[in-house]
């Protein structure tokens, strides 16, 4: 109780310590990876930073690899860091996304949405078929599903839902379930 | 040797001329200091506080179980919190002592040893006994376990 905030629409990411982000890995410098965060600066992720990682287990990360992680360090005079593990030293569900599937960008408001607790486009979109899905506070979708197609559908759906009301969502949603 | 001495010595020099520009310009105030009062206002970056954001990785309808477990996951630790303003509760208070006092009673049998768990039956069945039998045989046991029966001189 007692917190204000103003709710802007911005679609430029600032790295914020705690925020759990996708990451997309641009270069391997040595024992540490650079991560495009869509911010000011490229974010690095040391490869200790993984569940389960030692010295001589690294983790397998490629360049172009999607990864879910937070923020530890993340001011507007150093370079943000990252790392895969939280306080307790579990992945928890971050780490390197799997093969497949779609990333692509949104606002950030679109993003609050979506993350709020009980929201409505996940939960008409959960309806339709089986997929998997993960939001970045950086404005970063990822989307997989069984097929291309359906993939393609969800994406379109969330790019959309952006300027779309409810009631046209759910037309929407209904000619595609219909379907 | 003595151009080496002549530039250290300008150098002080200058050094000194600065200092005394700055000590010039150094603006102080006249005002007695102000107690520093503890501000109430916490700066928060992050949206996630504010509008007490789910987790970002889902997956629906089992495409994904590792991560449908990490939202059950999720789920309960937030409803932990939840519950904890709550006072109700399914099971009443009453009910859980009486569990809790059988409960303990059982599990602690468990860890005793042997000779312990021979007390506590003599205990439990005649109260006034407070010598340690040794034979199994001449008691009645309670349960239908077959106990080594030692051959009766």
């Known amino acids: ?179 | 040797f003595m151009q080496r001495g002549l530039d250290s010595q300008t150098k002080k020099q200058l050094e000194e001329e600065e200092k005394k520009i700055i000590s010039e310009e150094h603006w102080y105030l006249d005002v007695p200091d102000l107690k520093e009062k503890e501000s109430c206002i916490i700066e928060e970056r992050s949206f996630l506080r504010c509008e007490d954001l789910v987790y970002g990785r889902m997956s629906f309808k089992g495409f994904n179980p590792e991560i449908e477990k990490l939202m059950i996951q999720m789920k309960c630790k937030e409803e932990e919190i939840e519950e904890d303003d709550k006072m109700e509760a399914d099971v009443s208070d009453e009910e859980m002592a009486r569990r809790y006092e059988t409960l303990v009673g059982t599990i602690g049998k468990k860890f005793l040893r042997k000779r312990d768990q021979r007390v506590l039956k003599g205990d439990e069945e005649d109260e006034d006994d407070e010598v340690e039998e040794g034979n199994s045989n001449t008691r009645p046991s309670k349960r239908a376990k077959k106990m080594f029966l030692k051959p009766q001189d």
């Open chain 1, 1 to 179: 109780g007692g917190a204000f905030w103003v709710d802007s629409q911005q679609k430029r990411y600032v790295p914020v310590k705690g925020d759990h982000v996708i990451g997309i890995v641009t270069a391997k410098a040595g024992d540490v990876f650079r991560l495009d965060v869509g911010g000011s600066e490229p974010a690095s992720l040391s490869y200790l930073a993984f569940e389960g990682a030692t010295k001589r287990n690294r983790p397998n990360v490629q360049v172009g690899d999607l990864i879910y992680g937070q923020f530890v360090v993340a001011n507007k005079d150093m370079e943000p860091e990252m790392v895969c593990i939280d306080s307790s030293g579990k992945s928890s569900g971050m780490g390197i996304i799997g093969q497949d599937g779609f990333l692509f960008k949104v606002s950030l408001g679109l993003i609050r949405k979506l993350l709020a607790p009980k929201c409505e486009i996940i939960q008409e979109l959960s309806q339709l078929y089986p997929f998997e899905l993960v939001i970045g506070m950086n404005g970063r979708i990822w989307v997989k599903a069984k097929t291309v197609q359906q993939t393609l559908i969800i994406v379109n759906i969330l790019e959309a839902c952006e300027y779309m009301t409810a009631e046209q969502r759910k037309q929407a949603l209904a000619k595609l379930s219909g379907n």
